[in-house]
């Protein structure tokens, strides 16, 4: 069994070296992106995203401030 497991772990390093000799390519997505205009539309979501969380952390802020002003007082 032992022999069974060093013959595996040993076919998997090797093919983990072969693999890491390969040269990749570069990925060419940003001119796609670009050319059709599509990343200002993520980065306007993505924005759009920040801005509600942020707007809503500080509704929720002012309520609990509220909240705790009240407390106080009673």
Do not use: N, W
Not at 2 to 23: G, H, M, N, P
Request: glycine content about 4%.
């Amino acid at each position: 069994m032992r022999k069974f497991v060093r013959l595996f772990l040993l076919s998997i390093l090797c093919s983990t070296l072969s693999f890491a000799q390969t040269i990749p390519q570069p990925v060419k997505t940003e001119p796609i992106m670009e050319h059709h205009g599509k990343i200002y539309v993520v980065m306007l979501v993505c924005l759009v995203v920040l801005g509600g969380l942020i707007s809503y952390l500080f509704i929720l802020d002012r309520h609990i401030a509220k909240l705790e002003k009240e407390k106080k007082t009673h």
